[in-house]
């Protein structure tokens, strides 16, 4: 729905700013920057009647960024006390409220609250809030961006502080395009105007300009404008991102090591590359990786003494290496000694942390993180062990990651486990083990393969499918109540887009049947994992007339997108019906932040589910989205 007027931007605002404070009181009323603030929460909404400890985080905002701390809270009565400290910089802060992982979203509106300046709210602190509705508000649990809401806070900035519009002009048109879609054109082409009118100083308003050509769809004066920078500015700080993408773009390693030495040379005594400090580790791993690629290990081994790789990087670097070795079966003795120096570096930083902690994560999730880290590559080295068939070896850190730290949660690390646990133990410890990875839905295929094995051993191999089916069915049960919890009875947004044919879809069109929408792109890591069990749906469903299949394909990249998703469906030999979403306006209608995000729209019309990411497991993706579908049916 498309806002027409700024009175109900303001009356919009009014609304939020109210909500939010809803179950979170503090004092004082208008907290200064730089002073402590007593907040008391009370659960509610998601939270309501929870039994489990709360615990709490605050985000603390300013112009030098956001920083995260747990905060202690005290219970009393139905309530929880604490105390928050705020920086003399800061202008803005937003909590995180929770027990067991599940947080009080408030019905997607968050808790925040601005700080002042005086008797005033602080310059920043409606960007800040601005901020954190256009997605940040992620952190604490919130699934979905709202434009409406950032742009209302936009203008309230501008409102106090009307000098704050040009330096968020981008910004604020971006979101603009979104809000007002109709109206976005003229909007961004009397901003351009009135931008040039106040004149062009230094590089960045030109850069700002050439942003804002090409947020209009006019490559042609964005293209102009870019060759008055390098005119203008032959030294300017162009030459940073250009010389950064060539080094990005380069195949010969060779030349890739010629040019990350000249980037490391600039950063060292160039002020204009001093922001490129914080990405060095990155261009070093990017080299290293260009060898690992390659399969040159001698050529890598150089490159990680010569720039004397280590910590999170070559840990990084070391793990991801030996998986990929393992996958190959190449090479397996590299593979254990990559996989041994990250798996004992990431047990060592986890339990003894010698890097920094990252602004944004509070103590706990940073712990949970280093923990998290450690259970990743612990998989990686037992897989390495059970392919160099050393499975006692192995068994060991498969249990401490799959099992203890992961809690089952992870279906390829439970995969890994069973793996190792058929060839160790007896099957009557085991195999529990494995009948409750089924039951909870974290389980592969892989796995059932191990209990149809260690099944024929013991009974009469015919047996089978009726036992794996009991098991499936409760895993079944357990899933459908879980998803009763979070159904949804959301009008979905109507498209209209055209698929690799050339033939126009549009969702009205699809009225009478279930539709299953699933946004992707041809870049996206975790959407391509997800195929072969989407194809497997695609497969299952090809006979029913009530179900159809629709991938959006979205935020894609490069000039021809309709030949790069034809050719990714051809070469991966995936029959699915492709829309293009050349424009992004769908996914936005659909308030995505993030993809692969599959919908399940009723035969009216009506969104039943979400879901976001994928985990990991063929079959677990099978069974959720068929009771999903099933469900939907049934509205």
């Not at 920086?87 to 937003?94: C, G, L, Y």
Request: glycine fraction near 6%; charged fraction near 30%; charge should be neutral.
């Amino acid at each position: 729905m498309q806002i027409k007027t700024l009175l109900f931007i303001a009356l919009l605002f009014s609304a939020v700013n109210s909500f939010a404070q809803k179950n979170l009181k503090y004092t004082p009323e208008h907290p200064l920057a730089g002073e402590p603030i007593t907040i008391t929460y009370t659960p509610a909404n998601d939270l309501l009647g929870t039994k489990a400890t709360v615990e709490g985080v605050v985000y603390t905002v300013g112009p030098n960024g956001t920083n995260a701390h747990d905060i202690l809270l005290k219970k009393s009565g139905n309530a929880y006390l604490g105390t928050v400290q705020t920086d003399t910089s800061d202008n803005f802060v937003f909590f995180g409220f929770s027990a067991d992982g599940n947080f009080d979203k408030a019905n997607n509106e968050g808790f925040w609250i601005q700080l002042y300046d005086g008797d005033k709210v602080k310059k920043g602190a409606n960007m800040s809030l601005s901020t954190f509705y256009s997605g940040y508000n992620g952190a604490v649990g919130i699934e979905a961006a709202d434009a409406n809401k950032a742009l209302a806070a936009m203008n309230e900035e501008f409102k106090l502080y009307p000098d704050a519009k040009r330096e968020n002009l981008l910004s604020y048109l971006r979101t603009v395009s979104q809000v007002k879609k109709e109206e976005a054109p003229s909007i961004i082409q009397k901003e351009i105007e009135d931008f040039v009118k106040k004149g062009l100083k230094d590089e960045s308003d030109y850069n700002t300009l050439r942003s804002l050509y090409s947020l209009a769809k006019l490559p042609a004066q964005a293209n102009f404008v870019n060759g008055l920078i390098k005119e203008k500015f032959p030294n300017g700080k162009w030459n940073v991102n250009e010389t950064a993408q060539k080094f990005m773009a380069e195949k010969d390693l060779d030349k890739k090591q010629e040019l990350l030495d000249e980037i490391r040379a600039n950063i060292k005594t160039n002020p204009d590359w001093k922001d490129m400090k914080q990405s060095e580790p990155f261009f070093l791993s990017n080299l290293a990786n260009a060898y690992a690629a390659k399969n040159d290990l001698e050529g890598l081994k150089s490159t990680i003494k010569k720039y004397d790789i280590k910590g999170n990087a070559l840990a990084q670097l070391y793990n991801s290496l030996a998986w990929k070795l393992q996958e190959s079966d190449k090479d397996l003795k590299d593979a254990d000694e990559f996989s041994e120096k990250a798996t004992t570096w990431a047990k060592n930083e986890w339990k003894k942390p010698t890097g920094e902690k990252p602004a944004t994560q509070s103590e706990k999730a940073w712990g949970k993180s280093r923990e998290r880290t450690f259970a990743t590559y612990a998989d990686t080295y037992a897989m390495v062990q059970y392919k160099l068939g050393n499975y006692k070896k192995g068994l060991p850190y498969a249990e401490e990651g799959a099992l203890k730290i992961m809690k089952s949660e992870n279906a390829d690390q439970n995969n890994t486990y069973a793996l190792l646990a058929s060839k160790v133990l007896p099957a009557n410890k085991y195999v529990p083990q494995l009948e409750k990875f089924v039951v909870e839905g974290k389980a592969t295929s892989g796995i059932k393969d191990i209990l149809k094995e260690a099944y024929a051993k013991k009974n009469s191999a015919a047996g089978f499918d009726a036992y794996i089916a009991k098991l499936e069915r409760e895993s079944y049960l357990k899933m459908v109540e879980e998803l009763k919890k979070s159904m949804l009875n959301e009008t979905a947004p109507q498209f209209s887009l055209v698929d690799l044919d050339g033939k126009k879809v549009n969702l009205q069109d699809l009225k009478n049947k279930v539709v299953v929408v699933d946004f992707w792109a041809t870049w996206c890591g975790p959407c391509i994992a997800s195929f072969p069990g989407m194809q497997k749906m695609v497969t299952k469903y090809k006979d029913d007339p009530e179900v159809k299949f629709v991938f959006i394909d979205t935020w894609e990249n490069g000039e021809n997108k309709e030949k790069g998703a034809s050719d990714f469906m051809a070469t991966n030999k995936y029959d699915f019906h492709v829309l293009m979403d050349n424009d992004n306006k769908v996914v936005e209608s659909f308030k995505v932040s993030g993809i692969p995000t599959k919908f399940v729209v009723d035969k009216k019309g009506v969104t039943r589910f979400k879901s976001v990411g994928f985990g990991g497991s063929d079959d677990k993706l099978v069974s959720e989205l068929t009771a999903m579908i099933d469900m939907a049916k049934e509205k």
